[in-house]
């Protein structure tokens, strides 16, 4: 079974910062496809990024890239040019791209404040 | 994007009472759809996995009489909360994925949150 680490519950950023957020994982398989979800208070769920186990290039998409390192299993969520509308909670998931239905497995999220 | 749409958004019931909640697919048939739940500052559990017009598919620890999932056409499925208690009171959230178009996007609903007094 896969497993997602986020060791980081909280992290506080200046306005117009870079800032990463960590993510590891844990699987032995070896096609499996990594997310990045924004939850606000408001609660839904926000895809940003996405990042294929095959895909050679690091995704971006706008501000937010992933630091994708294989051989670290780590996908790291760097969100450049921080802006208040950025603060929220933010979950790094997985899933198995041999599993039929492809559910997801969720970490345990960070709460990035962005402050003013 | 596809748009997953949920109803009720908020639920308050007494205790002893069934709740049910809609997720919808509004442009895209939804050959899978999850459920998932979330207590406050937690992430989110998968509860089950249903595909249209299957049994749906428990995680551990999660007591399917309890909650009687429904997919019974390609754009809804339902969860019902059975003989709700205040320790059913949570954030329910269905995701849905088309698995006929190949790719790998799943897409959530704005979640119900349920209030068991």
Not at chain 1, 8 to 34: H, I, N, R, W
Not at chain 2, 76 to 104: K, M, N
Request: proline share 3%.
């Amino acid at each position: 079974a896969q497993k997602i680490t986020q060791t980081q519950p909280g992290m506080f950023v200046q306005e117009k910062e870079a800032v990463t957020l960590d993510c590891t994982y844990d699987t032995s398989d070896q096609s499996y496809g990594l997310f990045w979800y924004k939850q606000p208070s408001s609660g839904e769920m926000i895809f940003l990024i996405y990042q294929g186990s095959y895909d050679e290039q690091n995704a971006t998409e706008g501000r937010y890239s992933l630091n994708f390192q294989k051989a670290r299993k780590s996908a790291n969520l760097v969100i450049s040019a921080s802006q208040l509308g950025d603060s929220a909670m933010y979950f790094c998931a997985t899933f198995l791209s041999s599993g039929s239905a492809r559910q997801l497995t969720f970490g345990s999220g960070t709460q990035l404040t962005v402050l003013p | 994007g596809a748009v997953v749409s949920q109803h009720p958004s908020r639920v308050i019931c007494k205790s002893g009472t069934s709740v049910k909640i809609e997720c919808r697919s509004l442009d895209f048939q939804a050959t899978t759809m999850f459920w998932y739940r979330q207590f406050p500052k937690q992430s989110l559990m998968l509860m089950a996995t249903s595909n249209e017009g299957s049994k749906a598919t428990y995680e551990q620890g999660v007591e399917k009489d309890k909650f009687l999932i429904n997919h019974a056409s390609l754009t809804l499925s339902t969860l019902t909360v059975t003989s709700a208690h205040p320790e059913d009171s949570s954030f329910y959230i269905c995701s849905a994925r088309d698995l006929t178009s190949g790719g790998y996007e799943q897409y959530f609903g704005p979640g119900t949150r349920l209030t068991v007094t």
